[in-house]
């Protein structure tokens, strides 16, 4: 009974500390959107962001969640909030604020990062504060990038038609893109025809045959239940990270003091990986549920991976020629990948003895 007791008190107290300190006004509030739904990787990083700093600052930071279109309903919409203060955070993928920052598409250049840990190691560096530092410039000092995430794992090439397991296969392939010069390049150089479908019309353009392939994550092919349009063969050549962008207003951010800057950036940190984590988590369920409904799964050798990287090698031409900027992004990033693989290396041979 004692212990109970206790116990009663101890959680009572709790509760009436936590309406104590809610019932303080926050020094400063964060607004963070998310053009998504709370079943999606940016969800799972901003309630992380949420919890971190609000304990963190002692109840000196509120964030407030705004899930969906609330604020703003795109990319180039949500940014302008962002610039101009009425937004605090905004989270898009490269496509979303390539409009504003062209670069960012450097995330889609194909076959660039191997895997998890490189990805990992790159985005959690100085190639994450160089793209910052040219954001802030083109912004007038206005737009922040906080850091680099993920949302959804990799892009793969899935199809109706066949597996793909070398590039030959793509030959003639009509795969689904985004009304983007870069990933029509890729598709291009792949043998394939790029074809641009608007999202909501893509289960129906797989039953048609308008499109016969797309390159996405899993967990969107199965959230969006695709197989049952007919698209039975997923290829793992992990052409591209999907990278999530986290912008901040600058002026927000540089109002706070220190203790105040460290308590968000430290919340970033959190946030980012958080986002490395969810995807991995749901991919897991995602890709049984695939081959448990009859579907096509290969993983192709290092030395078809190694051909595909081959085929695609003329995008990065292109990239650098034709995107502002482009030439210093793709240095940025290949530079830093050649150090996070020599670092990994040096690791993995330490903990291999």
Not at 42 to 70: P, R
Not at 171 to 194: F, N
Not at 230 to 256: K, P, R, V
Request: with cysteine.
């Amino acid at each position: 009974m004692l212990k109970k007791a206790l116990k009663t008190v101890a959680v009572a107290a709790l509760m009436a500390g936590s309406a104590a300190t809610s019932a303080l006004a926050a020094d400063y509030t964060i607004r963070a959107t998310a053009n998504s739904n709370e079943n999606d990787e940016d969800y799972d990083g901003l309630v992380v962001f949420k919890n971190y700093v609000e304990a963190a600052s002692n109840g000196a930071i509120e964030v407030e969640l705004f899930i969906g279109t609330q604020l703003c309903s795109n990319g180039a919409e949500c940014l302008q909030g962002v610039a101009d203060g009425s937004i605090d955070v905004y989270i898009s993928t490269s496509g979303g604020a390539a409009g504003l920052f062209p670069y960012v598409q450097v995330l889609d250049l194909p076959y660039l990062m191997a895997n998890d840990r490189v990805a990992e190691h790159v985005l959690s560096g100085d190639f994450t504060r160089t793209i910052r530092d040219m954001a802030l410039e083109d912004s007038g000092d206005t737009i922040r990038l906080m850091t680099i995430g993920n949302t959804g794992g990799w892009r793969n090439f899935a199809n109706t038609k066949r597996r793909v397991a070398e590039p030959s296969d793509m030959d003639g392939l009509k795969i689904r893109t985004v009304v983007a010069d870069l990933p029509q390049e890729l598709v291009k150089a792949l043998g394939a025809s790029p074809t641009p479908i608007p999202w909501p019309e893509l289960f129906t353009s797989f039953q048609t045959g308008v499109v016969e392939g797309s390159k996405n994550g899993i967990t969107d092919i199965m959230g969006m239940k695709f197989p049952d349009a007919g698209l039975q063969y997923i290829t793992l050549d992990g052409h591209a990270y999907m990278g999530a962008l986290w912008w901040m207003s600058n002026e927000s951010f540089l109002a706070m003091p220190e203790d105040m800057r460290r308590v968000v950036v430290d919340g970033f940190y959190a946030l980012q990986q958080a986002t490395f984590a969810s995807p991995k988590r749901k991919s897991i369920a995602a890709y049984e549920e695939f081959v448990a409904g009859g579907g096509d799964l290969y993983v192709p050798s290092p030395e078809q991976k190694a051909a595909f990287k081959e085929a695609a090698s003329p995008v990065y031409d292109w990239f650098k020629a034709n995107v502002t900027k482009g030439e210093e992004a793709f240095a940025a990033l290949t530079d830093a990948v050649a150090v996070a693989e020599e670092e990994i290396d040096a690791a993995r041979a330490k903990d291999l003895q």
